[in-house]
C-alpha cells in the first residue's frame, strides 16, 4: 500500500450519490430506507458497507456465515458504518455440479455488479469454499472500492475411532481400502459420520486453506485471519474487528490496487508453495492477478517451487490438520520463517506493513510448522512440465507423488471421456500393468465442461488389488487440492480445443522427467501431424444460457480460465442515478 491519501469527506462517498443529495431520487431512496426500519441517523454521511455473503442452506462450509454477517454488521455499527448485507452465489463444493469451477467467474461477475449497482462505499467479502475466495476476489479487485475478506476458516479435525480423519484426503484413502476389501461397508459408514464433524471448509491442504492463506498474503485479511479454526470464538472476533477496519478504510480510500501489486502476489505464491498449496490455486491467482493487470503465468510458479521450501505440515503432503496449524502459531507463524522470500514492505487492510504484522511471531509446534532446515519438501510444492503433450504448460505436485514416477516411460491407456474411464478402472479384465500412463481427456475447461476435479484418476480396481497406490495420470482436468499421487494436471492446450492431448492413443509412449520439466508423446511429428489433420472439432455443448457464454469466452488453465471480456482492461463506467 502506497501513502496514505487524505481521509475522504460524507460527500465524497460514493452512496452520497445515491443517499445524500436533494433531489426527488435521493428522497426516494431515502424515504425506501426508512420503510425498512432505518433511521436518517442510521445512514446519513455514513459509510455504506456490503457485506457479500456467499451463505447458503446447502453450503455446509459456508454455514456459520449467516451469523458471521451479523458479527460483522456489529463491527461496521461501532465504527460508524452502515452494513447491508447482498447474498451472492455460493457455490457449494460437493453439490454444486457438473464443477463448481464453471460458476466461478459467474460468481466474480455478480460481486462485481452487485457493488456497482448498488449504493455501496466498501465490501466485506464472506466464503472460503474453493472457488469462493477467487470468484470474490476477482470481482471485487474488478470493482476497486475498498475490500475486506472475512475468511469462513478450516472445520475442526475429523475423528473415527480416536484416529484423524482429513477432508478428502482420508475419503480416498478409505475408499480404496473399502475396494481392496481392508474395511468393511459399517466402518465405511461410520467414517462418513467422522470425517466432516463443524461447520467450516475442508481442513486438509485443499484449495481452500491454500486460497484463504493466498487471500491472507496478498493483503485482504487482518493478520492471521485465514488460519482461525471456523468453530473457534476467535473467529467471530475476527469477523467483527473486519467489519470495524472496513468503515476506516473507505474513509482512508484504501482500494485494491494499493493492496494488490506484483510484489503482494509474489508473497502469496511465496506462501502457496511453503503451504504446499492446492494446485488449483494457480489457476486462481493467474486469475486474480490478471484482474489487478498483472502478468503472471506458469513459469513464475515453477521458479519460485525451486526456491521456497514446503514448511507447513499440513496433509495432503504432511501429516496434520488446519486445526493443528492453527494451534502452532497459523500463517503468521509460518511467515515470520518465509521472511527472506518476503517483500515484508508491503501494507495489508490491517493498515500495517508485514515487517510490524510479524513482529513477535512464533511457531509453538516445530512439528507442524517447519523450520527451513527441516522441511517437510525442499522443494517442489509445484513443478510445471512442458513438450509436445502440454505445449503450453502442465503441472503437478511432486511432493505427493511416489518418487520413482517423477521419471517415468510407458504406454499411454486412453481414456475419452469421464464416463469411460469410470467404467473401464472397475473392471477387473481391463488390461493394464502398474506402468501404464492413465490419460483422460476432454476434462479442461471447454471439454468438462468447467474443468472438474478429475485429475486423480482412481488406480484401476485390478492394480488396487495387487497393492498398487499410485501410477502416473495425465489430464487436463484439476484435481482437488486434497488429492495425492503422481498426477499432472491443467494440460494446455485442453483435448477438446484439439490440444496434442486429444492425439493420444493406446499404447503411445508416453514420458515424463520432472527433473527436466519435461512432458512428451514419442511419436514422430509427422504422424503426430497426420493425428492432428484427422482430429474434428466436437459438437459445441451450449446453444444458450450461461454455458453458452462460458464456452465462448472461456480462457485456459494456464491462462487463469478467465473470461476474456473480464480481464484488466477499460475501466466500466460508474452507474447513471436516475
Ligand atoms: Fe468446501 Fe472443501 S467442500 S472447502
Ligand atoms: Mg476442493
Known amino acids: ?206 484449495t481452500a486453506a491454500s486460497m484463504m492463506a493466498v487471500a491472507e498474503a496478498l493483503g485482504f485479511t487482518l493478520p492471521n485471519a485465514s488460519s482461525i479454526p471456523a468453530a473457534d470464538a476467535n473467529h467471530p472476533r475476527m469477523a467483527t474487528a473486519s467489519g470495524r477496519r472496513i468503515v476506516e478504510m473507505v474513509w482512508q480510500d484504501v482500494t485494491p490496487d494499493q493492496i494488490i501489486s506484483r510484489e503482494a502476489v509474489q508473497n502469496a505464491m511465496v506462501v502457496h508453495n511453503a503451504m504446499g498449496g492446492s494446485t488449483n490455486v494457480i489457476i486462481h491467482l493467474i486469475a486474480i492477478a490478471r484482474r489487478a493487470g498483472i502478468a503472471l503465468d506458469l513459469a513464475d510458479f515453477d521458479a519460485l517451487s525451486r526456491k521456497v521450501p514446503v514448511l507447513a505440515n499440513v496433509r495432503p503432503s504432511g501429516q496434520y490438520l488446519m486445526e493443528d496449524f492453527w494451534y502452532a502459531g497459523g500463517l503468521r507463524a509460518l511467515m515470520s520463517r518465509l521472511r527472506p522470500h518476503l517483500d515484508l514492505s508491503l501494507r495489508t487492510v490491517a493498515d500495517k506493513r508485514w515487517e510490524e504484522i510479524l ?101 484401476p480396481r485390478k492394480l488396487v488389488r495387487q497393492g498398487v497406490r499410485d501410477m502416473l495420470r495425465i489430464s487436463d482436468a484439476r484435481m482437488s487440492g486434497t488429492s495425492y499421487g503422481a498426477c499432472i494436471l491443467h494440460v494446455a492446450p485442453e483435448a477438446w480445443v484439439g490440444g496434442p492431448l486429444a492425439l493420444v492413443r493406446n499404447g503411445d509412449e508416453i514420458e515424463v522427467d520432472v527433473s527436466q520439466r519435461s512432458l512428451n508423446l514419442r511419436i514422430d511429428a509427422r ?8 482430429w474434428t472439432p466436437p459438437a459445441p455443448r451450449y446453444q444458450r444460457g450461461w454455458g453458452a457464454l462460458f464456452q465462448q469466452h472461456i480462457g485456459q488453465a494456464d491462462q487463469g480460465c478467465d473470461f476474456d471480456f473480464l ?3 477499460a475501466p466500466t463506467p460508474e452507474p447513471e442515478i436516475h
Not at 527 to 534: I, T, Y
Request: glycine share 12%; proline share 7%; net charge negative.
Open 1 to 206: 500500500m502506497k501513502d496514505r491519501r487524505p481521509l475522504r469527506s460524507p460527500e465524497s462517498l460514493r452512496s452520497h450519490r445515491w443517499l445524500g443529495v436533494q433531489d426527488l431520487r435521493a428522497f426516494g431512496h431515502r424515504s425506501r430506507l426508512q420503510q425498512m426500519g432505518y433511521d436518517r441517523a442510521d445512514f446519513a454521511g455514513k459509510p455504506v458497507i456490503a457485506i457479500i455473503n456467499t451463505w447458503s442452506d446447502i453450503n455446509q462450509c459456508h454455514a456459520h456465515l449467516r451469523t458471521r454477517a451479523e458479527e460483522v454488521k456489529r463491527g461496521i455499527w461501532q465504527a460508524g458504518g452502515f452494513p447491508l448485507e447482498l447474498p451472492a452465489m455460493s457455490l457449494s463444493e460437493p453439490f454444486v455440479k457438473p464443477t463448481t469451477m464453471l460458476y466461478r467467474n459467474f460468481l466474480a461477475m455478480e460481486v462485481e455488479e452487485l457493488l456497482r449497482s448498488h449504493p455501496i462505499d466498501g465490501a466485506i467479502l464472506l466464503g472460503g469454499c474453493d472457488k469462493t475466495t477467487p470468484g470474490l476476489l476477482m470481482g471485487a479487485i474488478s470493482m476497486g472500492l475498498p475490500c475486506l475478506f472475512v475468511p469462513a476458516g478450516p472445520m475442526l479435525r475429523g475423528n473415527w475411532r480416536g484416529q484423524v480423519l482429513g477432508s478428502g484426503s482420508d475419503a480416498w484413502k478409505y475408499w480404496d481400502e473399502l475396494r481392496a476389501g481392508n474395511i468393511t461397508e459399517a466402518d465405511w459408514e461410520e467414517i462418513e459420520g467422522g470425517i466432516a464433524r463443524s461447520f467450516g471448509t475442508c481442513m486438509t491442504m485443499g
Open 359 to 459: 513482529q513477535g511471531a512464533e511457531v509453538h509446534n516445530n512439528d507442524v510448522i517447519r523450520d527451513n532446515d527441516n522441511p517437510v519438501f525442499a522443494e517442489g510444492a509445484t513443478a510445471v512440465l512442458t513438450g509436445n503433450l502440454a505445449p503450453n504448460g502442465a503441472v503437478m505436485k511432486p511432493a505427493a507423488a511416489r518418487a520413482d514416477l517423477l521419471s517415468h516411460r510407458g504406454p499411454a491407456l486412453v481414456f475419452p471421456d469421464y464416463d469411460a474411464m469410470a467404467k473401464a478402472v472397475e473392471d477387473e479384465g481391463l488390461e493394464v500393468t502398474p506402468d501404464h500412463v492413465l490419460i483422460l481427456q476432454n476434462a479442461g475447461p471447454q471439454g468438462g465442461p468447467g474443468m472438474p476435479e478429475w485429475g486423480m484418476l482412481p488406480i
Open 527 to 534: 504422424e503426430m501431424e497426420r493425428r492432428r489433420e484427422a
Open 567 to 569: 480481464q484488466a482492461g
